[in-house]
């Protein structure tokens, strides 16, 4: 995040190096900067100066460089030229081999060091105008306009201290708010990039997406830029001004973007470069007017064992600019509707798959579900897209980044310790055969049956789908990940460092189970990750397995619940989905807890039950111990009880 004084993209300091011909003055300009007086003895170069940042007017430090030939070499030159933000040439008005000396030797030696289209600003400075009164510009318009590099010349006194302060805020200036990145002299007006970039800044700002800066919309401008809103008269003032400039810059008394561009040119043709350049870098941009990468791309740890989700400010504001576009209210967003809300974003992030990842309607256009589980989805698969995604669309909360709309999870061993998550976002791992079933449990999350789901294009179908389930009241992100095991079988880490963990095995294939049952004993049996065995085309004949153990012998065996039988080949049941997350929700609980959570009747408890009805009075031992294990059945019930009451408080 940028620092307190520092804007997005602005230097952290201005280095300022002063060339031109020994006796011209550069060292007395410096020395009567830091005196505030003429010196009566001046040594041939001045030592470098530091002036600190709370002296200076732009808050930003500021070293000052002195260079003679008396003293140093070519070689230090140039090492001087390449460390320069700002080069200073001074000549002396009276001395007119000195002002030959700029396009004889000066000018082109930067330019050997830096390059014919170099971005280092030049000012020409004329030092003791109080000898002369015949003024140097007119001699030096041809050079400004053949050097396209110098920003503007200035003529001073050291010995009256006659523009002093100003050759050096002019040489901050230059620094710290180029005219090149925005402005075409010649042409006069903005520069593509320039336009570009303040047409984003105008839409972000257009909150309610008619095309025009309402007064509202435009003190909320102010107040974000500059601090302060404009007083109404101010305000109306400006309105006016381009009014009287310019067709169509104002409609409805509304500030178009036509208005808004002409404002900032008529800023920059006044030499009040300083005000779009403080727009620009408070929307983010450098001074090559790209998007900083710390604008974009703010500091954010997330440790391995957890992860990163979006907050309430996250949602919000995605909630703020879903409605600004969707210009129906219909609750969805069509092609076009999706094409201007990213317009201000470099490329579309999108591609067809996402509209199978996420809810949308009969015409595959995202809800405001979808939308709000995509970027759900993306933040916790590649956060650092979801950063400059939000900086893209303009995002602002507080803190003036990104990072107040997201929020980092604890560490999943605390979850299981706890008995509980605290995360809204969970993750199960989808693991089977191919062709039992998991591409369509995965659409079927989404709501799709077999029937809608042949209208879609294959290639466009995702190893993701994310969707919201409802458990005890409350909304939480199920993600389903369809894992894609190796040739061996084999998983990664990735892929067993799931909330959940659900097999999915096709029950008229008898060769399906066995790979599933292997894959378990292999990475799951021995953790406390949560699994859940999901028989598959459930409406279809079911047959045996080629297998030790039979589908529910097998989860009897490993103490997990029955295996749950699904198909979507109709109308698609929420029901497994709910035990997915349930099971998610509550790590670490056995499997009685998690039985009598999901409302399962337990085969293995009525047996249990059974054979202890059926055993002799007379043991009185044993029926002790049977009186204990229920007691502690009991005790987990009311445990699991309290556990969920916590959670609705």
Same mark, same amino acid.
């Given at each position: 995040?940028?620092?307190?004084?520092?804007?997005?993209?602005?230097?952290?300091?201005?280095?300022?190096?002063?060339?031109?011909?020994?006796?011209?003055?550069?060292?007395?300009l410096?020395?009567?900067?830091?005196?505030?007086?003429?010196?009566?003895?001046?040594?041939?170069?001045?030592?470098?100066i530091?002036?600190?940042?709370?002296v200076?007017?732009?808050?930003?430090?500021?070293?000052?460089?002195?260079?003679?030939?008396?003293?140093?070499?070519?070689?230090?030159?140039?090492?001087?030229?390449?460390?320069?933000?700002?080069?200073?040439?001074?000549?002396?008005?009276?001395?007119?081999?000195?002002?030959?000396?700029?396009?004889?030797?000066?000018?082109?030696?930067?330019?050997?060091?830096?390059?014919?289209?170099?971005?280092?600003?030049?000012?020409?400075?004329?030092?003791?105008?109080?000898?002369?009164?015949?003024?140097?510009?007119?001699?030096?318009?041809?050079?400004?306009?053949?050097?396209?590099?110098?920003?503007?010349?200035?003529?001073?006194?050291?010995?009256?201290?006659?523009?002093?302060?100003?050759?050096?805020?002019?040489?901050?200036?230059?620094?710290?708010?180029?005219?090149?990145?925005?402005?075409?002299?010649?042409?006069?007006?903005?520069?593509?990039?320039?336009q570009r970039?303040?047409?984003?800044v105008?839409?972000?700002?257009?909150?309610?997406?008619?095309g025009?800066?309402?007064?509202?919309?435009?003190?909320?401008?102010?107040?974000?830029?500059?601090?302060?809103?404009?007083?109404?008269?101010?305000?109306?003032?400006?309105?006016?001004?381009?009014?009287?400039?310019?067709?169509?810059?104002?409609?409805?008394?509304?500030?178009?973007?036509k208005?808004?561009?002409?404002?900032?040119?008529?800023?920059?043709?006044?030499?009040?470069?300083?005000?779009?350049?403080?727009?620009?870098?408070?929307?983010?941009?450098?001074?090559?007017l790209?998007?900083?990468?710390?604008?974009?791309?703010?500091?954010?740890?997330?440790?391995?064992?957890?992860?990163?989700?979006?907050?309430?400010?996250?949602?919000?504001?995605?909630?703020?600019?879903?409605?600004?576009?969707?210009?129906?209210?219909?609750?969805?967003?069509?092609?076009?509707?999706?094409?201007?809300?990213?317009?201000?974003?470099?490329?579309?992030?999108?591609?067809?798959?996402?509209?199978?990842?996420?809810?949308?309607?009969?015409?595959?256009?995202?809800?405001?579900?979808?939308?709000?589980?995509q970027? /759900?989805?993306?933040?916790?698969?590649? @956060?650092? $897209?979801?950063?400059? =995604?939000? &900086?893209? #669309?303009?995002?602002? *909360?507080?803190?003036?980044?990104?990072?107040?709309?997201?929020?980092?999870?604890?560490?999943?061993?605390?979850?299981?310790?706890?008995?509980?998550?605290?995360?809204?976002?969970?993750?199960?791992?989808?693991?089977?055969?191919?062709?039992?079933?998991? /591409?369509?449990?995965?659409?079927?999350? @989404?709501? $799709?049956?077999?029937? =809608?789901? &042949?209208? #879609?294009?294959?290639? *466009?179908?995702?190893?993701?789908?994310?969707?919201?389930?409802?458990?005890y009241?409350?909304?939480?992100?199920?993600?389903?990940?369809?894992?894609?095991?190796?040739?061996?079988?084999?998983?990664?880490?990735?892929?067993?460092?799931?909330?959940?963990?659900?097999?999915?095995?096709?029950?008229?294939?008898?060769?399906?189970?066995? =790979?599933?049952?292997?894959?378990?004993?292999?990475?799951?049996?021995?953790?406390?990750?949560?699994?859940?065995?999901?028989?598959?085309?459930?409406?279809?004949?079911?047959?045996?397995?080629?297998?030790?153990?039979?589908?529910?012998?097998?989860c009897?065996?490993?103490?997990l619940?029955?295996?749950q039988?699904?198909?979507?080949?109709?109308?698609?049941?929420?029901?497994?989905?709910?035990?997915?997350?349930?099971?998610?929700?509550?790590?670490g609980?056995?499997?009685?807890?998690?039985?009598?959570?999901?409302?399962?009747?337990?085969?293995?408890?009525?047996?249990?039950?059974?054979?202890?009805?059926?055993?002799?009075?007379?043991?009185?031992?044993?029926?002790?111990?049977?009186?204990?294990?229920?007691?502690?059945?009991?005790?987990?019930?009311?445990?699991?009880?309290?556990?969920?009451?916590?959670?609705?408080?």
């Open positions: 995040m940028a620092g307190a004084n520092v804007a997005f993209g602005q230097k952290r300091d201005v280095r300022i190096l002063l060339l031109g011909e020994d006796g011209v003055g550069k060292t007395s410096i020395l009567s900067l830091v005196s505030e007086e003429f010196p009566e003895e001046v040594p041939a170069r001045a030592e470098e530091t002036i600190p940042a709370d200076t007017p732009e808050k930003v430090p500021t070293h000052i460089v002195d260079f003679s030939f008396s003293e140093q070499t070519e070689e230090t030159l140039f090492e001087e030229i390449l460390r320069a933000n700002v080069i200073c040439i001074v000549y002396a008005i009276d001395f007119q081999e000195s002002i030959d000396r700029i396009t004889g030797y000066w000018l082109p030696a930067v330019r050997q060091c830096l390059g014919d289209d170099h971005k280092t600003p030049v000012i020409l400075v004329g030092n003791k105008s109080d000898v002369q009164e015949n003024t140097s510009m007119e001699q030096l318009l041809p050079v400004m306009n053949q050097y396209q590099e110098v920003e503007t010349c200035i003529e001073c006194s050291a010995k009256n201290l006659k523009n002093i302060s100003e050759v050096f805020y002019y040489a901050q200036k230059a620094v710290l708010h180029p005219t090149a990145p925005l402005y075409v002299p010649e042409e006069k007006e903005l520069t593509a990039a320039c970039a303040l047409t984003r105008f839409k972000i700002c257009d909150q309610d997406n008619d025009r800066l309402n007064d509202a919309e435009i003190n909320q401008f102010q107040r974000r830029c500059f601090n302060a809103p404009l007083q109404a008269q101010a305000l109306e003032d400006v309105k006016e001004v381009v009014r009287k400039n310019t067709t169509e810059g104002v409609i409805d008394d509304g500030l178009t973007l208005g808004f561009l002409f404002l900032h040119t008529l800023f920059i043709q006044r030499g009040r470069h300083e005000t779009t350049w403080t727009v620009l870098r408070k929307f983010g941009y450098n001074d090559n790209d998007l900083s990468k710390d604008y974009l791309f703010p500091l954010l740890k997330v440790p391995a064992a957890c992860t990163a989700e979006l907050t309430h400010q996250g949602h919000h504001f995605l909630q703020t600019i879903l409605e600004k576009y969707d210009e129906d209210k219909d609750g969805h967003l069509s092609p076009t509707e999706l094409g201007n809300l990213f317009s201000t974003c470099p490329i579309m992030p999108w591609g067809p798959d996402v509209n199978n990842a996420v809810a949308t309607n009969a015409q595959g256009w995202i809800s405001y579900c979808g939308f709000h589980a970027w /759900t989805l993306t933040t916790l698969l590649d @956060l650092p $897209r979801t950063m400059e =995604y939000l &900086a893209y #669309l303009g995002y602002v *909360h507080a803190d003036d980044n990104q990072l107040s709309a997201l929020n980092v999870t604890r560490e999943r061993h605390i979850d299981m310790e706890k008995k509980q998550t605290s995360r809204n976002v969970l993750q199960c791992s989808v693991i089977g055969l191919k062709g039992s079933g998991k /591409t369509s449990f995965l659409q079927a999350h @989404l709501g $799709r049956n077999l029937q =809608y789901q &042949a209208t #879609l294009e294959k290639e *466009h179908l995702p190893l993701y789908t994310i969707n919201t389930v409802s458990v009241g409350q909304d939480r992100y199920l993600v389903l990940h369809e894992v894609e095991t190796g040739p061996d079988g084999s998983l990664s880490q990735a892929d067993v460092a799931c909330d959940v963990a659900c097999f999915m095995y096709d029950v008229c294939n008898p060769k399906s189970f066995e =790979y599933c049952s292997r894959v378990f004993k292999e990475y799951f049996s021995e953790l406390d990750v949560p699994c859940l065995f999901v028989a598959g085309k459930a409406d279809r004949q079911e047959v045996r397995q080629d297998d030790a153990l039979q589908p529910a012998d097998f009897s065996e490993f103490r619940l029955p295996p039988y699904f198909s979507c080949a109709d109308t698609v049941s929420k029901d497994v989905y709910i035990k997915l997350l349930t099971m998610a929700a509550f790590p609980l056995k499997r009685l807890v998690h039985a009598m959570v999901l409302k399962e009747p337990e085969s293995w408890l009525s047996d249990v039950q059974s054979n202890l009805r059926q055993m002799q009075v007379q043991d009185r031992t044993l029926w002790i111990k049977a009186g204990l294990g229920l007691a502690v059945a009991a005790a987990c019930s009311y445990m699991m009880y309290k556990t969920v009451k916590k959670m609705h408080r």
